[in-house]
C-alpha cells in the first residue's frame, strides 16, 4: 500500500497569500496518477487537480499542482476566503488507492 | 448535468447487512468507473472499493479493510451502481459517498471527477 502524508497538519494563512501544501508517498508515484481534492465543511470533496498538473473543469488558475516521484505540491497562489478548506492528495497509481490525511487550510 | 445520488444508508447493528444504491444520470454510465469512499465522523477520506467499466472488464478492487464483507456491483442497464456491506462493525460507521472515475484519466487508473452528496451509516447497538 502506498502511503501519502500530507504537510503540514494545518496551515493559518490570510486571504491575499500563498498557500504551498505537500503530499510525500511511501514509493514513486507516476505524476500520471496523483490528485488533489478539496472539501469545504458538510460538503463533498470536489476533484481540483488529477495527473499532478491537470486542473479539473472549472477550477480556477490560482489552484496549480506540481511534483514528480515521492514528492508533490499544491499551490494556491492568492487565497481567496473560499478556499479555506481541507485538501486532500490521493494516489490512484495502484490499488489500493490511498488518501493523505488532509491539510486544514484556516483563516489567520 | 451528471449527478450521482446515493441511498439506503441508516442505522444499522453491529454484524448486520446494508446495502447502498449510487443512482446516476447525466453521462453513459457504462462508459466510467465507479468507486466508493468513505469517511468516518471528523476524520479524512478513506477509499474502499471500485468497479471498472465493461470495456475494462468490470475488474474490482476492494481496500483491506473491507475485502471479504463488502461487495461492489453494478447495473449498467439501471445506471445503478451497489454497495453490499455485511457483517458490518461499528468502525464502519461513515458517509459513504460513490464517485465516477474522471473523464481526464484513463477508466483503468482514474481519480474521481464527481462525487454524491453522500449516505450516512451508523453501525451501533
Known amino acids: 500500500e502506498i502511503l501519502l502524508t500530507q504537510s503540514p497538519g494545518t496551515l493559518s494563512l490570510s486571504p491575499g497569500e500563498r498557500a504551498t501544501l505537500s503530499c510525500r508517498a511511501s514509493e514513486s508515484v507516476s505524476t500520471k496518477y496523483l490528485a488533489w481534492l478539496q472539501q469545504r465543511p458538510g460538503q463533498a470533496p470536489r476533484l481540483l487537480i488529477s495527473g499532478t498538473f491537470r486542473r479539473a473543469t472549472d477550477i480556477p488558475d490560482r489552484f496549480s499542482g506540481s511534483g514528480s516521484g515521492t514528492d508533490f505540491t499544491l499551490t494556491i497562489s492568492r487565497l481567496e476566503p473560499e478556499d479555506f478548506a481541507v485538501y486532500y492528495c490521493q494516489q490512484y497509481n495502484r490499488s489500493p488507492y490511498t488518501f493523505g490525511q488532509g491539510t486544514k487550510l484556516e483563516i489567520k | 448535468e451528471v449527478q450521482l445520488v446515493e441511498s439506503g444508508g441508516g442505522l444499522v447493528q453491529p454484524g448486520r447487512s446494508l446495502r447502498l444504491s449510487c443512482a446516476v444520470s447525466g453521462f453513459t454510465f457504462g462508459d466510467y468507473a465507479i468507486s466508493w469512499v468513505r469517511q468516518a465522523p471528523g476524520k479524512g477520506l478513506e477509499w474502499i472499493t471500485f468497479?471498472?467499466?465493461?470495456?475494462?472488464?468490470?475488474?474490482?478492487e476492494y481496500a483491506a479493510s473491507v475485502k471479504g464483507r463488502f461487495t461492489i456491483s453494478r447495473d449498467d442497464s439501471k445506471n445503478i451502481a451497489y454497495l453490499q456491506m455485511n457483517s458490518l462493525q461499528t468502525e464502519d460507521t461513515a458517509v459513504y459517498y460513490c464517485?465516477?472515475?474522471?473523464?481526464?484519466?484513463?477508466?483503468?487508473?482514474?481519480?474521481?471527477?464527481?462525487w454524491g452528496q453522500g449516505t450516512l451509516v451508523t453501525v451501533s447497538s
Open positions: 464517485t465516477r472515475g474522471a473523464s481526464s484519466d484513463s477508466q483503468w487508473n482514474f481519480s474521481s471527477d464527481y
Open positions: 468497479i471498472r467499466s465493461k470495456l475494462y472488464g468490470e475488474t474490482i
